[in-house]
């Protein structure tokens, strides 16, 4: 018998990466008392149920839903927080005449309410809007500002400026109206992005459009004591062909990113800021 030329040099076999969870029961482990986050859910359709006697806005929705919380287990919850989003679904019109049972999505904004409610009584709420998309082809430069060795950004007296604005506005008492109110606020940083039909209104840059649009709500809207938006810069960038090698203001590059990311916070003279939410 002809011998063989290979031998086993070395072996070894075993289970890799056995995962495992011990647990040490020290102590009371007891969920006496604590409301399970699918009771929380059920109590979101138990309180959409009950708001029956007219359509509410997100804000009403929110009071009511962070209330009903506080009341029903007073044992354990002091303090609900609660955040709605309110889809854009606007009844459809057809030559003018609305749609008896015909919806479609509509509108870029999605409206925002953010309520506390805590066990003493005390409420408070915050509206916003978010992923609100706004452009114009003109009225807007970007110019003076600091040029050293590593900018390569060029003094512009006309461009595009385009955004998508997330703001959050709290009332410090409820106005006698959200949705009013809403649309005083949304018309107010319309208003102030765009400017009159005829002409529009100059832009030096976004961060001054943005204190104006927050400002245009706090003067609008006497019940809103502070505003927080967020403005990206989505840069629209000359583009020069390679036939005509010139750019003759028409042809962009459209960009998402990289961005420019502005923000700020606009109060009522002496009101406290507030975050982002
Ligand atoms: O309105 C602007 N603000 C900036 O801070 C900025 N920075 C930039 O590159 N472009 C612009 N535009």
Not at 84 to 93: Q, S
Not at 106 to 119: F, H, K, N, P
């Amino acid at each position: 018998m002809a011998q063989s030329q290979t031998q086993l040099a070395a072996h070894q076999h075993g289970k890799s990466r056995v995962r495992i969870g011990r647990v040490w029961r020290i102590g009371d482990d007891s969920n006496r008392g604590m409301t399970a986050t699918d009771t929380q859910k059920n109590c979101v359709y138990y309180v959409a149920k009950q708001l029956a006697a007219r359509p509410c806005s997100p804000e009403e929705f929110g009071v009511a839903l962070a209330r009903h919380f506080v009341d029903t287990y007073p044992a354990t919850v002091w303090k609900a927080k609660v955040a709605v989003e309110m889809m854009p679904w606007r009844r459809l019109d057809v030559g003018g005449q609305p749609h008896d049972h015909g919806f479609v999505w509509q509108g870029s904004e999605i409206r925002t309410a953010y309520v506390t409610a805590d066990s003493k009584g005390k409420v408070e709420v915050t509206a916003g809007l978010k992923d609100l998309k706004v452009l114009k082809t003109t009225q807007s430069g970007y110019s003076g500002f600091l040029h050293d060795r590593f900018t390569t950004l060029p003094d512009v007296g006309d461009r595009i400026v385009a955004t998508s604005v997330t703001a959050t506005w709290r009332y410090s008492r409820p106005p006698a109206s959200y949705d009013a109110a809403y649309g005083a606020v949304r018309q107010a940083f319309t208003s102030a992005f765009y400017g009159p039909p005829k002409g529009g209104v100059f832009s030096p840059s976004v961060q001054f459009t943005l204190y104006q649009m927050g400002k245009a709500a706090i003067e609008r809207v006497p019940e809103v004591e502070s505003v927080f938006l967020n403005m990206p810069n989505l840069h629209f960038i000359p583009c020069v062909p390679v036939t005509t090698k010139s750019f003759d203001n028409d042809v962009y590059v459209a960009t998402s990113e990289p961005h420019g990311n502005i923000e700020a916070v606009v109060t009522r003279a002496a009101a406290a800021p507030h975050c982002r939410l």
